[in-house]
């Protein structure tokens, strides 16, 4: 098992960035694919972007092509959401998220998830 704890969030202005961090604990953090999602009022969670293992395979939601970078520190057992340019419509709280895998694979969805954090959550104003 592997317990995730989020933090970074907070609240800033369209166009502001923010820099959330997930800590993992328990088990081997490299075997894990990580990733991130989000939740707004009233609305499903969905997935912002992942990486596999190493890193080097990655996936963005439509919504942060261009905006966000995900990445990850294996010996630090963190994984990162460098977010730029913010909107109003990126509002939610995030959840770092954890799934057991081999090679390369990555999350693209809820169902892949075996592990989420808490979440952190991140109000952009307009």
């Known amino acids: 098992q592997v317990q995730l704890v989020e933090s970074g969030g907070g609240l800033v202005q369209a166009g502001g960035s923010l820099r959330l961090s997930c800590a993992a604990s328990?088990?081997?953090?490299?075997?894990?694919?990580m990733g991130w999602f989000r939740q707004a009022p009233g609305k499903e969670r969905e997935i912002v972007a992942s990486?596999?293992?190493?890193?080097?395979?990655?996936y963005y939601a439509d919504s942060a092509k261009g905006r966000f970078a995900i990445s990850r520190d294996n010996v630090k057992n963190t994984v990162y959401l460098q977010m730029n340019n913010l909107k109003p419509e990126d509002t939610g709280v995030y959840y770092c998220a954890a799934a057991y895998t081999w090679g390369e694979s990555k999350i693209t969805g809820r169902n892949d998830v075996g592990y989420w954090g808490k979440g952190t959550l991140v109000t952009v104003s307009s």
């Open positions: 328990g088990d081997t953090f490299s075997t894990y694919a």
């Open positions: 990486l596999s293992r190493s890193g080097g395979n990655t």
